[in-house]
């Protein structure tokens, strides 16, 4: 028994001690930005880096998004290498890492999707001085509560404490407003009113809220807007950021939209409206539209909202299947009406397989859309287009097209 009372109380003097030398780590880095949201959070973090380093500051940054990485002072990135499952506890470790290279900044993306542990994340871990939430959409239902609403209720329990609180979305603002204020936390809205043109300065598909949300926090810290558009332009994409490749196979142009990583309904459509708008500029918007929904064996909870979304929000003319849950989403498209007809279902294609058939039944200019889920065949093909397509730019200037960047 003694041992046993020893033991334990050997633990908590190391978990005191613990506790203390990372407040002294958090107290050694002057600014702490956590970004939190439904989506967006990697793109903004990669931003809101690019700004403060352009700005002259000493800038560590970390993402969770398709790839986690610590991206260094001098903007060099690294995959952050784990052992088992992720866990909220690497938060610690950047934050140790942040202060004994002696930066100003740290900004970094909560990687909590459970709202007790999104509170742990920024109460007990990072302490922030500014917040972000790019936005609130209908996603993690399973853990973040059955409607939009919950969402918006387990994101505030992320809001820091006699701080700064950047909101993306207007329609939540009055929300998050009042949850800021019980916490003595002042909030700003990132309406920042940014023109079409500007948008094209980027070599990859992005959304104005992120920058809207990265223009707020640069005017936070006075970092003057000219300063901010040149780091944020120089910053980095994320693997997952939504780019658009176009691939001539056996004659046929095809244009590759990366939707994977949007995840949900709100943001697929976001990144269609998206394309639609390139594909004006491009006099493509008359062009054949091929649908490629892959999903994993444990989002079957996704599987009647991305049917939704297939039948009523996307004009396909085509659709593949792949994954794990063709089945499945073959009965769901069924009760929705879709013909069935037009669609090819295979759970692990090649990329070449589903371009021939494109190529087959196609001529001249079709547009690939892929979304649902990234890991597994949504990377394969995201590969593919990389290796072997070339980038459309966001510059429709110069008709759209470019090999590099």
Known sequence: MEIIVGLALGLLVLGILENVRHQRYLSQIAIRIHINGTRGKSTTTRLIAGILRQAGYRV??????????????????????????????EQVKIVSAAARRGCDVLVIECMAVNPEMQWVS??????????????????????????REGVASALALFIPTSAQLVVGEEELLPFFQEEARKLATTTHFAGATIADGDMGAFPYMMFKEN?????????????????????????????????????TYLGVNVYFVNAFAANDSTSTVLVWERWQAIATSLSLSDIPVIGLLHNRADRSFRVPELVELTCSELPLDYLWLTGDLVPVTKRYLKKHGFDLRLVTASKRPSPEQVLEQISHQHTGDVVLIGYGNTQGFGQILIDYFERNGERVSNDHTDNGVRSSY
């Not at 001098?74 to 909220?88: L, N």
């Not at 993690?140 to 509560?145: E, P, Q, R, S, T």
């Not at 810290?221 to 780019?243: C, F, I, N, R």
């Open 60 to 89: 560590i940054a970390k993402t969770t998004g398709t790839a986690a990485r610590i991206i260094w002072q001098d903007g060099r990135e690294e995959p952050i290498k784990r052992r088992g499952k992720p866990s909220i506890i």
């Open 122 to 147: 920024e109460k007990r871990i990072l302490e922030s001085t500014i917040g972000v939430i790019t936005n609130a959409r209908e996603d993690h239902l399973d853990v973040m509560g059955t409607t």
């Open 211 to 247: 920058v809207a949300c990265a223009l707020k926090v640069a005017e936070l810290l006075d970092v003057p807007a000219s300063v901010a558009w040149q780091g944020m332009v120089k910053a980095t994409p994320d693997l997952g950021s939504t780019q658009i490749n176009r691939l």
